[in-house]
Each structure stands twice: as C-alpha cells, then as structure tokens.
C-alpha cells in the first residue's frame, strides 16, 4: 500500500510514462518501503525530492546503423537514460538484448540509483542499451556494432559525466570493441570512462566475479546473522552467465552445492554439483548452451529443456538472469520444496506476487538493490584504481567487495530496524538507498 501523499505521484509517473510497465513496477516498489519516511520527514515530500527523483536528468534515443557479414544494412535502438547524478557521474550498464525499451532500461536506471547510493560510494545512477541480439552474431558483426553505438554515445560520457559497464549480453568483448571506439573518436586514453575492462587495459582483478561473488556474500551474511553457514545447503542459480557462473563458484567455495543453473533454453541438474570450470568452458569460451553443458558432463548432469529451473528443490535460490522471472507459480514451487532464503543477482527477477508470498511464508529475501550492488561497488573501485593509475591484487580486491557486502548488509538491517520493520530487507534497502542521494538532492538545491 501507498503512503497517502504518494499514491498521486504513482499515478502521476504512471500517465506520463505509459506503457513502460517495468519502470512501473520499480517505482512503485521503491514508493511502497517510503511511507514511514514520509512521516518521519515531510521535507522529502515539500521539497518535490521523490517527485523529481521519478524523472530521469537526461534520456537519450539513438539510431544504430551497422552492416552485417552478409553485407545487409541492420538498423537497432540505442538508449542511455541519465537519472541522477546527485551523489557522482552517472553510472550503471549497457544491456544489449532484443527485448531491450525504454522502459527496461528506465527500470534499470531507477534501480541503479538507490543501489548505488547503498554502497557508500561516490555514483550516481544510469542505464543503457540496445535491442541488440549478439547471440549468434560474428565476432566481426559485435565490434560493428559496438563501434556505431559509441560513435553515437561518446559525445555523453566522460570519467566525471557518465561511466557505463556491462549488463546482460554485454561482457568485456563488448566493453573491449567500445572502449576501443571512444578511445579512437576523442583521441583520450580515458580509462575511467568505462568499467569492465579487460586487466591488462585498465580493469580491475575480480570486476568479472564481483556481482556473482557478492550476491553469495550478502547470503553469507544473513546466514551468519542466523548462526548458520552455506555448508550443506542446496542451491539453485538461474541463468549461466556473468553473474549467474561466479555466484555458482563462491557458493561451492563456501561449502554450499549448487545443482541446478538455466538459460533460456532450459535447466541442468547436477546432483553433485556444477562443474564451475566446466560451466565456464561452456559459456565463457565457447559462448554454448547450457544443454551442452549436460552433454559434455555425461551421466553426470541432465538437461531439462523449456521449463523453469525453481522446480528443483533448494535451500537457498539465487535468481541471476532476468527480471520476472519468479512470479506467483515459481515462489509457490520455491516455498513448497522448502526454500529459506531467495537473493536477487539479477535486477527484479522477483515479482511483487512473489516477494509477497515470500514475506508471508518467512522466506527471507534479499532485493537486488542490495544483494547484488557488489558489481557496481567494485566498478567503483575500478574507477579508484584508473584515478590513481594503480591497480591493486586479487585479494586486497575481493577483501574490499567483502566488506562491501558486510556494510550494506548491516545498513539494511539497522535502517529496517529504526523504520519498524526488523528484518525486512526491501524496507532497509529502499530506506537507506533513498535517504542518501535525497540528502544530497536537498543540498545541491532544486537543480
Ligand atoms: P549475461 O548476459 O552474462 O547472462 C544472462 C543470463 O540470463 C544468460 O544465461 C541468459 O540466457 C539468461 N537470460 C537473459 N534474459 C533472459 C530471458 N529473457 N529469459 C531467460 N533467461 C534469460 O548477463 P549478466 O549475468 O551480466 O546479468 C544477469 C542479471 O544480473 C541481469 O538482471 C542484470 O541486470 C543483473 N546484474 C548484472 C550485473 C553485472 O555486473 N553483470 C550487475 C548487477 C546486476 P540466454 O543466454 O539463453 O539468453
């Protein structure tokens, strides 16, 4: 339910944007956790800091021409939405996908601005893409188009204005050809303007695992709130790619197993759990399915195509491909074979039938503002490396997205707690991530 003085900025956001019905479902998430803020500070309210929260600072809509290996003309739809740039330049990724509008990428770029407010660190919040399919594509045919999207793009961004990284179907071949493109145009070795780079051009060691590997550790941390541990605990993975693949790996490493991961073909069950290496020979440099995952295991794993993976049992579920993709019928299945806890790798991946059923059921959930701000946090980090043109180890890294993880954490759990819903994780998330950059908003004036 809505506060009463937010119920018409719903409504107001609703009109004005129709038909972008993910960025909807976002707003009016975060607008359900605002309520007791509001009452606490009407100031939030006065001073039109929600309502302008709700409208991007800049959208831009581009025409991508680029020709394919046969010679054929393709034309696709770039986006950049520009949402808020109060706590830093703005910052979040490119997604290339064809099922990619403006209101995806709105929803993302709403989301990014109260994950990235979460981690403590200086960005603002962004979202990009293009309706873009690189499945199947030629290598050849990706760096066309990567090229011809940033010769449209460049002109936007800039260390200190506008930094993307990668999101679903785009990984560091994608940010290689279009770092390669801005480097060309402007004639700057600007490292700090993309994240996601390979490390021996100006990435980061763990930049690849951090979303996965922080997702494991935000569960890791609510288990130990609850004296538990992953060791014995089933899980089950959606998805088999960047996120979905490292967040496999840190559970097997912290003594979970994780027998079931998908992609949208279908599910693998591996009993014993997945072979990361495996996986990643599959996904990672043969860019397959995850049908051939199966075959290449033998008797060891089977492949179950066209259904949905949140039919296995599990302990623990780990949605890290899509949005939707748990609705009503998936969180019962979930909630039935037993599951206790569900983390958001992906962006949205719950709907609000099934967070509901989830809170009513006491399966602990954990949103994707928070469980998986460990990639953008450590793209910030990034950023600090290229600052100052150093680049630290491995470990010193994953020590710093640890700690990361801890404090959002905990700073969900104590801003629940001081708003009356203890242990409600979307409240302390959408709580703290909101009191941050609507301060900043506050000090920097009605700009
Ligand atoms: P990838 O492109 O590496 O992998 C996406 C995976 O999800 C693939 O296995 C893909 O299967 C599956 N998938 C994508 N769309 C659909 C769909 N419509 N139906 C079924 N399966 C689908 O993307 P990432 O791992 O980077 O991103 C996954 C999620 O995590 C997204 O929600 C993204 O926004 C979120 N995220 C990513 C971050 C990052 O650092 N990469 C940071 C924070 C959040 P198939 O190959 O069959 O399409």
């Given at each position: 339910?809505?506060?009463?003085?937010l119920g018409?900025?719903?409504?107001?956001?609703?009109?004005?944007?129709?038909?972008?019905?993910?960025?909807?479902?976002?707003?009016?998430?975060?607008?359900?956790?605002?309520g007791?803020?509001?009452?606490?500070?009407?100031?939030?309210?006065?001073?039109?800091?929600?309502?302008?929260?709700?409208?991007?600072?800049?959208?831009?809509?581009?025409?991508?021409?680029?020709?394919?290996?046969n010679?054929?003309?393709?034309i696709n739809?770039?986006?950049?939405?520009?949402?808020?740039?109060?706590l830093?330049?703005?910052?979040?990724g490119?997604?290339?996908?064809?099922?990619?509008?403006?209101?995806i990428?709105?929803?993302?770029?709403?989301?990014?601005?109260?994950?990235?407010?979460?981690?403590?660190?200086?960005?603002?919040?962004?979202?990009?893409?293009?309706?873009?399919?690189?499945?199947?594509?030629?290598?050849?045919?990706?760096m066309?188009?990567?090229?011809?999207?940033?010769?449209?793009l460049?002109?936007?961004?800039g260390?200190?204005?506008?930094?993307?990284?990668?999101?679903?179907?785009?990984?560091?071949?994608?940010?290689?050809?279009?770092f390669?493109?801005?480097?060309?145009?402007?004639?700057?070795?600007?490292?700090?303007?993309?994240?996601?780079?390979?490390t021996?051009?100006?990435?980061?060691?763990?930049?690849?695992e951090?979303?996965?590997?922080?997702?494991?550790?935000?569960?890791?941390?609510?288990?130990?709130?609850?004296?538990?541990?992953?060791?014995?605990?089933?899980?089950?993975?959606?998805?088999?790619?960047?996120?979905?693949?490292?967040?496999?790996?840190?559970?097997?490493?912290l003594?979970?197993?994780?027998?079931?991961?998908?992609?949208?073909?279908?599910?693998?069950?591996?009993?014993k759990?997945?072979?990361?290496?495996?996986?990643?020979?599959?996904k990672?440099?043969?860019?397959?399915?995850i049908?051939?995952?199966?075959?290449?295991?033998?008797?060891?794993?089977?492949?179950?195509?066209?259904?949905?993976?949140?039919?296995?049992?599990?302990?623990?579920?780990?949605?890290?491909?899509t949005?939707?993709e748990?609705?009503?019928?998936?969180?019962?299945?979930?909630?039935?074979?037993?599951?206790?806890?569900?983390?958001?790798?992906?962006?949205?991946?719950?709907?609000?039938?099934a967070?509901?059923?989830?809170a009513?059921?006491?399966?602990?959930?954990?949103?994707?503002?928070?469980?998986?701000?460990?990639?953008?946090?450590?793209?910030?980090?990034?950023?600090q490396?290229?600052?100052?043109?150093?680049?630290?180890?491995?470990?010193?890294?994953?020590?710093?997205l640890?700690?990361?993880?801890?404090?959002?954490?905990?700073?969900?759990?104590s801003?629940?707690?001081e708003?009356?819903?203890?242990?409600?994780?979307?409240?302390?998330?959408?709580?703290?991530?909101?009191?941050?950059?609507?301060?900043?908003?506050?000090?920097?004036?009605?700009?």
């Amino acid at each position: 339910m809505l506060h009463e003085k937010l119920g018409g900025l719903y409504e107001e956001v609703a009109r004005r944007n129709a038909g972008e019905t993910e960025f909807h479902q976002s707003v009016y998430e975060v607008l359900t956790s605002l309520g007791p803020v509001v009452d606490k500070h009407p100031e939030y309210v006065d001073s039109e800091v929600i309502r302008r929260l709700c409208e991007p600072e800049r959208q831009i809509i581009f025409r991508v021409p680029w020709v394919d290996d046969n010679g054929t003309v393709q034309i696709n739809r770039g986006f950049r939405v520009e949402f808020n740039s109060a706590l830093g330049p703005f910052k979040g990724g490119l997604r290339f996908h064809p099922s990619v509008y403006l209101g995806i990428v709105k929803f993302l770029g709403f989301e990014q601005i109260f994950k990235n407010s979460l981690t403590g660190m200086p960005i603002g919040g962004a979202k990009g893409g293009a309706d873009f399919d690189p499945k199947g594509r030629s290598d050849d045919e990706v760096m066309r188009f990567c090229q011809s999207f940033m010769t449209e793009l460049y002109r936007h961004l800039g260390e200190y204005t506008d930094v993307p990284a990668g999101d679903i179907g785009v990984g560091m071949r994608e940010i290689g050809y279009l770092f390669g493109q801005y480097k060309r145009i402007t004639n700057r070795y600007e490292s700090g303007v993309l994240t996601g780079k390979g490390t021996t051009w100006g990435g980061s060691l763990v930049r690849t695992e951090a979303t996965g590997y922080g997702t494991v550790y935000f569960v890791n941390e609510i288990l130990k709130s609850h004296n538990d541990s992953f060791e014995g605990k089933r899980a089950v993975v959606s998805g088999s790619g960047n996120v979905a693949i490292y967040a496999v790996e840190k559970v097997q490493e912290l003594g979970g197993a994780v027998i079931a991961c998908s992609d949208s073909n279908g599910y693998v069950v591996d009993e014993k759990g997945i072979d990361v290496d495996l996986l990643k020979e599959v996904k990672e440099v043969r860019r397959g399915r995850i049908a051939d995952y199966a075959e290449m295991r033998g008797g060891a794993a089977s492949f179950v195509a066209d259904r949905n993976v949140w039919e296995v049992p599990c302990d623990i579920a780990l949605p890290c491909a899509t949005q939707n993709e748990i609705n009503g019928d998936e969180a019962r299945s979930l909630i039935t074979n037993g599951c206790r806890i569900v983390a958001e790798g992906a962006n949205m991946p719950c709907s609000p039938t099934a967070i509901k059923q989830f809170a009513d059921a006491g399966v602990t959930f954990a949103p994707g503002k928070a469980a998986n701000a460990g990639g953008v946090a450590t793209s910030a980090l990034e950023m600090q490396q290229n600052a100052s043109r150093d680049s630290w180890t491995f470990a010193e890294t994953e020590q710093r997205l640890e700690q990361i993880m801890h404090r959002i954490h905990n700073r969900c759990l104590s801003t629940a707690d001081e708003y009356g819903q203890p242990g409600n994780y979307v409240a302390g998330a959408n709580i703290a991530g909101f009191i941050r950059v609507a301060d900043a908003m506050l000090a920097l004036g009605v700009v």
